[in-house]
């Protein structure tokens, strides 16, 4: 048998501070004999989020799924667990929460809507 070494990219969770890597690399090992699982615990190497981000940067999956994100509702400015969104706009994202929803005017939650995507309208374009 011949064993072989290769270069993973990582990066680190800014919440749990575990290293991470991209779901869509798992192409990279060559087969599933090398039990690629196995071999992550071991390095302690886990998936990132491709959904939740803290202030901008990619999370783990581990800690997206305990509800470790978070981010600020531009309407209120306070910081909200991931749980609390309601919409998000962009890239960068722009956030509004569940908590605005529920306590601001029709019209104020309709007005931040309004600007938040036509501040960002051309963000995936």
């Known amino acids: ?5 290769f270069k993973l990219q990582v990066n680190e969770c800014p919440v749990c501070k575990n290293q991470m890597m991209q779901k869509d690399t798992q192409s990279l090992f060559p087969s599933d004999r090398l039990n690629q699982t196995k071999q992550m615990q071991e390095k302690e190497i886990v998936y990132q989020s491709s959904r939740f981000c803290v202030d901008g940067e990619p999370i783990c999956i581990k800690c997206a799924e305990e509800g470790k994100a978070s981010f600020i509702c531009f309407l ?20 509004l929460c569940i908590d605005c929803f529920s306590s601001v005017s ?5 007005n931040a809507e309004t600007h938040l995507h036509n501040i960002h309208r051309y963000d995936f374009e």
Do not use: T, V
């Open 1 to 5: 048998m011949k064993l072989i070494e």
């Open 76 to 95: 209120c400015h306070e910081r909200q667990p991931s749980n609390k969104m309601k919409n998000k706009y962009g890239d960068p994202p722009d956030y």
């Open 106 to 110: 029709a019209k104020e939650w309709n």
